[in-house]
């Protein structure tokens, strides 16, 4: 009952924003899928598949209109995986995947974006995810960059035969955006944005403003590391192959650094009664030119205790008060 209560909860709060020039209107907070895909070279360490699947029916459940994934997300497992929730489920959430990263036999990462490769990642995507069409379909990379008018330029003709409905990129600076810009409408960008991480804040959020271009900021929790979770024992209990220990976040200084961080992050969530990864969510929220953020999640419970960031919106008190924290992390990093 506890759960049934939660999901009202959310339900009649959770807020939404348009995406660009296109008709989503998308709940600030989407599930992120990288972590349930399982291993892989940029794995999360193990995964369990029931409650991968559980997490995504718990999020749709939750209010959460929209999903995030892609075919390198445990090498084509993650959007399998949403196809069978959606087996399961009554929602019909919106649907985002990318293109241009594909494994060899190894199941080595290679990147590619010829149009041949970027026309059969998007069918194999189709039949993995089982949709006739992709809501949102984005470059993950600008890589290699030579490639990028060849991809972007296929793209744009799945866009014509309708096997796609919106284009975005992923991890674009300015110059790559303007270049597949003048080529076709660009819905969305997808950067990294986080409290550890501001610079989308120098030129690429204004950028996307001024061209109405949609922002979908992805590791606003900073892998996990803004969640109030971690800890020097916490770290030591990761998978061998869990990707974040190759990190220079998860490593001296700056994970010590982070820490003492959000330790006193923690005390403005409390003031709120709100979660520490919470306020990291709604935090990248308070800038207007950001439509959502993705949240990734393994578990039920981690989605149901994110999700409430979308119906919080942060008081300049406190927007403030933790602009004085990330000057002093910056200062203990540098």
């Known amino acids: 009952m506890q759960f049934f209560n939660t999901f009202i909860y959310i339900k009649k709060t959770m807020q939404k924003r348009k995406l660009g020039k ?5 709940t600030t907070v989407g599930l992120g899928t990288w972590a349930m895909g399982g291993p892989w070279e940029f794995g999360w360490g193990p995964q369990d598949d029931n409650e991968a699947i559980g997490a995504i029916i718990a999020a749709m459940e939750a209010g959460i209109n929209w999903i995030d994934t892609a075919p390198a997300y445990g ?19 919106i649907v985002a995947t990318k293109c241009g990263i594909l494994w060899n036999e190894k199941k080595q990462k290679i990147t590619c974006l010829k149009k041949e490769s970027i026309r059969q990642e998007c069918i194999n995507s189709l039949k ?6 992709i809501d949102l379909y984005q ?13 972007w330029a296929e793209m ?26 003048k080529m076709g409408t660009v819905s969305s960008l997808q950067p990294p944005y986080s409290m550890l991480h501001r610079d989308v804040e120098n030129e690429l959020l204004k950028y996307c403003a001024r061209h109405e271009i949609g922002v979908i900021a992805y590791s606003p929790m900073q892998r996990g590391l803004l969640t ?10 990761l998978a061998p192959d869990d990707h974040r220990l190759r990190i220079a976040d998860f490593q001296e200084p700056r994970f010590s650094a982070a820490l003492e961080l959000v330790e ?6 409390k003031r709120s ?13 308070r800038r207007p030119e950001v439509t959502a953020a993705i949240v990734g999640a393994r578990k039920p419970e981690q989605i149901l205790e994110t999700s409430p960031a979308s119906d919080w919106n942060l008081s300049k008190s406190d927007i403030k008060e933790i602009e004085k924290l990330l000057n002093e992390y910056q200062k203990n990093i540098s």
């Not at 035969?161 to 600076?173: A, C, H, M, P, Q």
């Open 22 to 26: 296109t008709d989503l209107e998308l």
């Open 75 to 93: 090498l084509g497992h993650s959007e399998e995986l949403i196809a069978q929730a959606l087996k399961q489920s009554r929602y019909k959430p």
């Open 128 to 133: 993995r995810l089982n949709v006739e069409v």
């Open 139 to 151: 470059m993950h990379w600008p890589d290699p960059d030579a490639d990028v008018e060849e991809g």
């Open 156 to 181: 744009l003709k799945l866009l014509e035969e309708g096997k796609v409905r919106y284009l975005g990129v992923s991890n674009f600076n300015v110059r790559q955006l303007e270049r597949v810009r």
């Open 228 to 237: 109030g979770k971690f800890n020097a024992g916490y770290l030591k209990t």
């Open 264 to 269: 006193h992050l923690k005390k403005i969530a």
């Open 273 to 285: 009664n709100r979660t520490c990864a919470q306020l990291a969510v709604s935090w990248v929220l």
